[in-house]
Nanobody, 122 residues
Framework: QVQLVESGGGLVQAGGSLRLSCAASERTFSSYTMGWFRQAPGNEREFVARIVRSGGATSYADSVKGRFTISRDNAKNTLYLQMNSLKPEDTAVYYC???????????????WGQGIQVTVSS
């Protein structure tokens, strides 16, 4: 069982930046594909970004490409999401998740954090 805890959320003005972190309890962190998802009120949970076990390859949703960067530090069992040029439409609860597979569908992810609020004001 992997426990994931997000931090770094909050309120920021449009155009600003935030860095989310996700701390994992497992020493086997490096054996999981890791992803970030978000869910706005009234919307389904949507894929934001994912990173392979080694950190050597990443993938992004079109809506965040060029603005967000996913990274991981396997020595620290920590996942990151650097969010730049934030827009009001980025407002959502952000979740980190771990998967034994590789993909962007939420159903492929076995373990989830509790989520953290990101609010971007206009």
């Amino acid at each position: 069982q992997v426990q994931l805890v997000e931090s770094g959320g909050g309120l920021v003005q449009a155009g600003g930046s935030l860095r989310l972190s996700c701390a994992a309890s497992e020493r086997t962190f490096s054996s999981y594909t890791m992803g970030w998802f978000r869910q706005a009120p009234g919307n389904e949970r949507e894929f934001v970004a994912r990173i392979v076990r080694s950190g050597g390859a990443t993938s992004y949703a079109d809506s965040v490409k060029g603005r967000f960067t996913i990274s991981r530090d396997n020595a620290k069992n920590t996942l990151y999401l650097q969010m730049n040029s934030l827009k009001p439409e980025d407002t959502a609860v952000y979740y980190c998740a771990a998967s034994r597979y590789y993909g962007s569908h939420p159903g492929l992810y076995n373990f989830w954090g509790q989520g953290i609020q990101v609010t971007v004001s206009s």
